[in-house]
């Protein structure tokens, strides 16, 4: 079965860290590209960071600097490190395994909750 399954959401001070787990099954998963997306109550799935099958990685600037992205291929599975995080960052995260756009593989989300 395809599928990829987020996990490590939770709720955290700010100036806190997380760190966001996605295994994925069902895939050659060394030739997929990889992002994480955020959606926030009334606004739309936006990406946060993205690594291509080559280790290449991007980040939306509001998250430089303090998220990393960063995939085991042996493990099947792709991280997102979050550090020194803000209430703005509170959102549901998902995963996305991308090959093209037939194979494009979104998980169910984790929900982040940044708040003292």
């Known amino acids: 079965q395809v599928q990829v399954v987020e996990s490590g959401g939770g709720l955290v001070q700010p100036g806190g860290s997380l760190r966001l787990s996605c295994a994925a099954s069902?895939?050659?998963?060394?030739?997929?590209?990889l992002g994480w997306y955020r959606q926030a109550p009334g606004k739309q799935r936006d990406l946060v960071a993205a690594?291509?099958?080559?280790?290449?990685?991007n980040y939306v600037d509001s998250v430089k600097g303090r998220f990393t992205i960063s995939r085991d291929n042996a493990k099947n599975t792709v991280y997102l490190q979050m550090n020194s995080l803000k209430p703005e960052d509170t959102a549901v995260y998902y995963c996305?395994?991308?090959?093209?756009?037939?194979?494009?593989?979104w998980g169910q989300g984790t929900q982040v909750t940044v708040s003292s």
């Open positions: 996305n395994a991308r090959l093209n756009s037939v194979r494009d593989v």
């Open positions: 069902g895939i050659t998963f060394r030739i997929y590209a």
């Open positions: 690594i291509t099958s080559s280790g290449t990685t």
